[in-house]
């Protein structure tokens, strides 16, 4: 077992790209929208380690041009959500039981990933998706999400800091954390990649399919996580 007092990076705001003409980013984004644009994804639910399908697909089209099909989704129901409940249940002991410096690392890692190989899948899938322009694409689902995942880490070390400044003789006054009881239900907005991001990665009718597939089978504890796209009945 590792022991020491470890300092994570300081968490500073992600530069935020300009997209200019003839910039590299640009011409790296338009590829990338015209790759998603060009195919239809099939997009399961994530429950445990299993991608779960269904009979009931529904399509997914931009908000401002709604004759194009980007892909399908599958409905989940109510047991869907049953299932993934009984999945976080089942991997809370091994996820709790890490130490917070591995759990720290996987965010910072996933940060990198998105800063680098992944933001302009993200970006593009949010532009797609939600029909945002570059800017703002760029401030959500790349530098908002990058933003949360490092500066949580910090406040992770703040909140552990935070201990009794005295002790009576004989006395050890510590506060220890306690993981929190039970699971996280997280139902996502549809217009802000970076908030589903700072739920436990769930997606939302498909739109932030993208966050899962770059980051849920590279990092994630694959049983900790649930994502059940569904209508009003689930």
């Known amino acids: 077992m590792l022991k020491g007092f470890f300092n994570v990076p300081e968490p500073v705001n992600e530069p935020v790209k300009a997209y200019a003409p003839g910039s590299a980013e640009r011409k790296e984004l338009q590829a990338m929208l015209r790759q998603l644009r060009a195919k239809q994804v099939d997009i399961p639910m994530y429950i445990g380690s299993e991608e779960v399908r269904t009979d009931r697909k529904r399509p997914l089209s931009p908000p401002h041009d709604h004759q194009h099909i980007l892909g399908h989704f599958h409905e989940g129901d109510a047991s869907h959500v049953e299932q993934a409940i009984a999945a976080a249940l089942g991997a809370k002991y091994a996820w709790e039981n890490m130490q917070w410096e591995q759990r720290a690392a996987i965010f910072l890692k996933a940060a990198d990933l998105l800063a680098g190989p992944y933001r302009a899948k993200m970006n593009a899938a949010t532009m797609l998706g939600q029909s945002k322009n570059a800017y703002q694409a760029e401030i959500d689902s790349a530098c908002e999400f990058i933003d949360f995942l490092r500066f949580n880490v910090k406040y992770m070390t703040e909140i552990y800091a935070q201990q009794p400044p005295v002790s009576g ?33 769930p997606c939302h009718d498909g739109k932030y399919h993208r966050v899962e597939a770059c980051l849920y089978a590279d990092l994630f504890c694959p049983s900790a996580d649930g994502s059940v796209p569904g209508g009003r009945r689930a």
Do not use: S
Not at 173 to 198: C, D, H, K, S, Y
């Open 169 to 201: 003789n004989g006395v050890w006054n510590r506060v220890e954390q306690r993981p929190l009881e039970g699971f996280i239900f997280a139902l996502t907005p549809f217009n802000f990649t970076a908030i589903a991001g700072n739920f436990p990665l």
